[in-house]
Nanobody, 118 residues
Framework: HVQLVESGGGLVSAGESLRLSCASS????????MAWHRQAPGKQRELVAS???????HYADSVKGRFAISRDNAKNTVYLQMNSLKPEDTAVYYC????????????WGQGNQVTVSS
């Protein structure tokens, strides 16, 4: 079983920054791709950024140039540095990981509220 524990959300003003963290724990052979998704009220969950085990990254157009995803493979932790935050970034942010245990599975964090005031 794999657990993802998120931290770092909160309330900030537009233009400020936040850093989200997501630590993986449990019994697994490896953590492969990791990502951050978000879901705003009344909207579908969307991919914000992803990173492979080798460090290749992908970003949604709406966050390119403002957000940066990174990971520490030794700590099985993924980060999301969010700069120049906008009110439209307000959402619940979910950590996602693909992990190999006895099978390859997908796991989600509990969600972390990020609120950006104008």
């Amino acid at each position: 079983h794999v657990q993802l524990v998120e931290s770092g959300g909160g309330l900030v003003s537009a233009g400020e920054s936040l850093r989200l963290s997501c630590a993986s724990s449990g019994s697994f052979v490896s953590i492969n791709a990791m990502a951050w998704h978000r879901q705003a009220p009344g909207k579908q969950r969307e991919l914000v950024a992803s990173i492979t085990s080798g460090g290749t990254t992908h970003y949604a157009d709406s966050v390119k140039g403002r957000f940066a995803i990174s990971r520490d493979n030794a700590k099985n932790t993924v980060y999301l540095q969010m700069n120049s935050l906008k009110p439209e970034d307000t959402a619940v942010y979910y950590c996602y990981a693909e992990a190999l245990t006895t099978y390859r599975g997908a796991y989600w964090g509990q969600g972390n509220q990020v609120t950006v005031s104008s």
